[in-house]
């Protein structure tokens, strides 16, 4: 009877608290078998540079003093934000190819009876470029690729139907270098054009001499500081470029953990006045593990690093709450990358704490110092921030939307902007103001923290898995919202039907964070959770520990007299042995 009275407490414990959730989370790495890889473009003409001729080519001078300004500028729509211009959008406005008029490119009729035509374009002195297509409507048959032509290696596409985001409307993805070709193929030359070409977005040339020139001198190279792995989660964050309003800026950014054990979704946290338009986040690239290979190395050059295009803008708020800018990135981060935990506390007053960053767009960079909240920002609601004082290392344009960290990858803030302008004069008087997590939670929790109801309790990795969430009363196409009295936002979740394949995954975690007067550089003890699926005919033998995380409810075979300890917001739950 003992049992039996324990079993049902047991049940009712867990059915009521399949709706609660923990309001912190602790870093994740996404395994190999997590990531999809993105398409690879291949060129139908691979001998494009004697194919082109140079009556083929359109020349776009160097920029104008007037395309120029404001470029390597921090723009600052208040004195705080930082946000930095490198890249500028060059107007073109051609029509692509007809049966009646081919110009200005070159058609070339293939062995198979399809048709190749093929432009190259030319911006004078850009480190990189991205075409702008309008109007793209490519029928069946009908691609378009972009590539290098002085390295056949690179090339992006291919774009298909209405593009990458079905509008018609968009931006290829960067090439490296002054000029590029676009390559139109098709079963025959249209009747009427299938796209049209807006123009180019030009990236400023000369990021390495302004990167040397330009960036503050008294950042910490985070290579520097990652003996014996410390900050081994500083892969999770990432350098963005994107284009807005005819413009190319770089900020940075970090992915975010969600609580759901069979997903790993590509999560991004970023600044609202980085991105607050879905336009924007159309155009985003963000660049991976763009680090030094040692202590004050030579990093990469960015065309030899990974990185993920595009992004469904998912919810943003502006500076009246905590700046946030959220995202789901299209294609997935490489293997082996961290996706930061989380804390939606709003206690961290003293804390230590440090931020990792791409300043100006720059290799990473980390400072460290603490939450004082001893400066008043003008025109931020000191409630909705954290201020940071430093003690080593400081933040500056492009470092906007970057995490504030405590503990072992833990955010708590994403960065708004700081004061002064030159803050390694006296670093004891730079402050930064770091949009509070806890005020931007409330937005985003139906994301980052809902748990489908699960028939195994198998870990899947799959970053094109959706979730049926419809919102109510924004219509946003994943989540259903219900608004409390108290504002506070509810989401439901419901899976879908189709089951995950098994997969068993060690996913690494470290312990909550301590506050200490100095951070150390120790990496944490490493917790597992292993998840397997056992026959159908025995049964499951299961023991989860979920960090910070509600359970799914097991079967009732699965339930001992000892089986439940509740400890704040955490539950252990284990099975009978």
Same mark, same amino acid.
């Given at each position: 009877?003992?049992?039996?009275?324990?079993?049902?407490?047991?049940?009712?414990?867990?059915?009521?608290?399949?709706?609660?959730?923990?309001?912190?989370?602790?870093?994740?790495?996404?395994?190999?078998?997590?990531?999809?890889?993105?398409?690879?473009?291949?060129?139908?003409?691979?001998?494009?540079?004697?194919?082109?001729?140079?009556?083929?080519?359109?020349?776009?001078?160097?920029?104008?003093?007037?395309?120029?300004?404001?470029?390597?500028?921090?723009?600052?729509?208040?004195?705080?934000?930082?946000?930095?211009?490198?890249?500028?959008?060059?107007?073109?406005?051609?029509?692509?190819?007809?049966?009646?008029?081919?110009?200005?490119?070159?058609?070339?009729?293939?062995?198979?009876?399809?048709?190749?035509?093929?432009?190259?374009?030319?911006?004078?002195?850009?480190?990189?470029?991205?075409?702008?297509?309008?109007?793209?409507?490519?029928?069946?048959?009908?691609?378009?690729?972009?590539?290098?032509?002085?390295?056949?290696?690179?090339?992006?596409?291919?774009?298909?139907?209405?593009?990458?985001?079905?509008?018609?409307?968009?931006?290829?993805?960067?090439?490296?270098?002054?000029?590029?070709?676009?390559?139109?193929?098709?079963?025959?030359?249209?009747?009427?054009?299938?796209?049209?070409?807006?123009?180019?977005?030009?990236?400023?040339?000369?990021?390495?001499?302004?990167?040397?020139?330009?960036?503050?001198?008294?950042?910490?190279?985070?290579?520097?500081?990652? +003996?014996?792995?410390?900050?081994?989660?500083?892969?999770?964050?990432?350098?963005?470029?994107?284009?807005?309003?005819?413009?190319?800026?770089?900020?940075?950014?970090?992915?975010?953990?969600?609580?759901?054990?069979?997903?790993?979704?590509?999560?991004?946290?970023?600044?609202?006045?980085?991105?607050?338009?879905?336009?924007?986040?159309?155009?985003?690239?963000?660049?991976?593990?763009?680090?030094?290979?040692?202590?004050?190395?030579?990093?990469?050059?960015?065309?030899?690093?990974?990185?993920?295009?595009?992004?469904?803008?998912?919810?943003?708020?502006?500076?009246?709450?905590?700046?946030?800018?959220?995202?789901?990135?299209?294609?997935?981060?490489?293997? +082996?990358?961290?996706?930061?935990?989380?804390?939606?506390?709003?206690?961290?007053? +003293?804390?230590?704490?440090?931020?990792?960053?791409?300043?100006?767009?720059?290799?990473?960079?980390?400072?460290?110092?603490?939450?004082?909240?001893?400066?008043?920002?003008?025109?931020?609601?000191?409630?909705?921030?954290?201020?940071?004082?430093?003690?080593?290392?400081?933040?500056?344009?492009?470092?906007?939307?970057?995490?504030?960290?405590?503990?072992?990858?833990?955010?708590?803030?994403?960065?708004?902007?700081?004061?002064?302008?030159?803050?390694?004069?006296?670093?004891?008087?730079?402050?930064?103001?770091?949009?509070?997590?806890?005020?931007?939670?409330?937005?985003?929790?139906?994301?980052?923290?809902?748990?489908?109801?699960?028939?195994?309790?198998?870990?899947?990795?799959?970053?094109?898995?959706?979730?049926?969430?419809?919102?109510?009363?924004?219509?946003?196409?994943?989540?259903?919202?219900?608004?409390?009295?108290?504002?506070?936002?509810?989401?439901?979740?419901?899976?879908?039907?189709?089951?995950?394949?098994?997969?068993?995954?060690?996913?690494?975690?470290?312990?909550?964070?301590?506050?200490?007067?100095?951070?150390?550089?120790?990496?944490?003890?490493?917790?597992?959770?292993?998840?397997?699926?056992?026959?159908?005919?025995?049964?499951?033998?299961?023991?989860?520990?979920?960090?910070?995380?509600?359970?799914?409810?097991?079967?009732?075979?699965?339930?001992?007299?000892?089986?439940?300890?509740?400890?704040?917001?955490?539950?252990?739950?284990?099975?009978?042995?």
């Amino acid at each position: 009877m003992a049992y039996l009275r324990c079993f049902s407490l047991a049940l009712i414990l867990i059915w009521t608290l399949r709706g609660s959730t923990a309001q912190q989370a602790l870093p994740e790495m996404m395994p190999e078998e997590a990531y999809t890889a993105p398409p690879k473009a291949v060129p139908f003409s691979l001998a494009a540079r004697k194919a082109v001729p140079a009556a083929n080519q359109i020349e776009l001078p160097p920029l104008s003093e007037e395309e120029a300004e404001g470029i390597f500028e921090t723009e600052n729509p208040l004195q705080e934000a930082k946000r930095i211009k490198v890249g500028v959008d060059r107007d073109l406005y051609l029509s692509g190819p007809t049966a009646a008029d081919p110009s200005p490119g070159l058609v070339t009729q293939l062995s198979d009876g399809t048709v190749l035509w093929t432009l190259r374009i030319r911006s004078e002195g850009a480190l990189g470029t991205r075409l702008h297509i309008l109007d793209c409507s490519l029928g069946a048959g009908e691609s378009l690729v972009v590539y290098n032509p002085g390295n056949l290696g690179e090339a992006v596409g291919p774009f298909e139907g209405k593009g990458p985001d079905g509008s018609g409307d968009f931006y290829t993805p960067t090439v490296f270098s002054q000029e590029f070709v676009i390559e139109y193929h098709a079963p025959a030359l249209p009747g009427k054009p299938a796209f049209r070409i807006k123009g180019v977005n030009h990236l400023a040339r000369d990021l390495s001499e302004f990167f040397q020139n330009k960036v503050l001198p008294c950042h910490n190279d985070i290579s520097c500081f990652t +003996g014996n792995n410390a900050y081994y989660y500083r892969n999770g964050i990432g350098r963005m470029y994107f284009i807005d309003g005819g413009s190319g800026y770089v900020c940075s950014g970090a992915l975010l953990v969600d609580v759901d054990p069979n997903t790993f979704i590509p999560y991004f946290l970023t600044a609202n006045h980085c991105i607050a338009t879905q336009a924007a986040a159309n155009t985003l690239e963000v660049y991976w593990r763009y680090d030094t290979p040692f202590c004050n190395g030579t990093p990469p050059e960015l065309s030899t690093l990974s990185r993920s295009i595009g992004a469904t803008l998912l919810s943003t708020r502006d500076l009246s709450v905590s700046d946030f800018c959220f995202l789901r990135l299209t294609q997935d981060p490489p293997s +082996g990358t961290y996706f930061l935990g989380w804390n939606a506390a709003d206690n961290f007053i +003293g804390t230590p704490i440090h931020g990792i960053h791409h300043p100006d767009g720059s290799f990473k960079r980390i400072s460290f110092g603490s939450v004082t909240q001893d400066y008043n920002f003008s025109n931020l609601n000191e409630s909705n921030y954290w201020v940071v004082s430093w003690t080593s290392g400081v933040t500056e344009g492009g470092s906007s939307g970057s995490p504030l960290i405590m503990g072992q990858g833990v955010l708590i803030g994403s960065l708004t902007g700081g004061v002064p302008d030159n803050p390694c004069a006296n670093i004891s008087t730079a402050r930064d103001a770091y949009g509070r997590f806890s005020k931007t939670y409330p937005f985003i929790q139906g994301w980052i923290n809902v748990i489908p109801p699960s028939p195994t309790p198998t870990r899947t990795f799959t970053s094109t898995a959706t979730e049926t969430r419809t919102p109510t009363p924004t219509q946003t196409p994943s989540f259903t919202r219900t608004p409390t009295a108290t504002a506070t936002t509810t989401f439901t979740a419901t899976p879908t039907a189709t089951p995950s394949p098994t997969r068993t995954a060690t996913p690494s975690a470290t312990p909550s964070p301590t506050r200490t007067a100095t951070e150390t550089q120790t990496p944490s003890p490493t917790r597992t959770a292993t998840f397997t699926q056992s026959p159908t005919t025995t049964k499951p033998r299961l023991q989860q520990i979920l960090r910070h995380r509600q359970p799914h409810s097991p079967p009732r075979s699965e339930i001992s007299s000892s089986c439940i300890r509740s400890t704040g917001k955490v539950f252990l739950i284990r099975s009978q042995i």
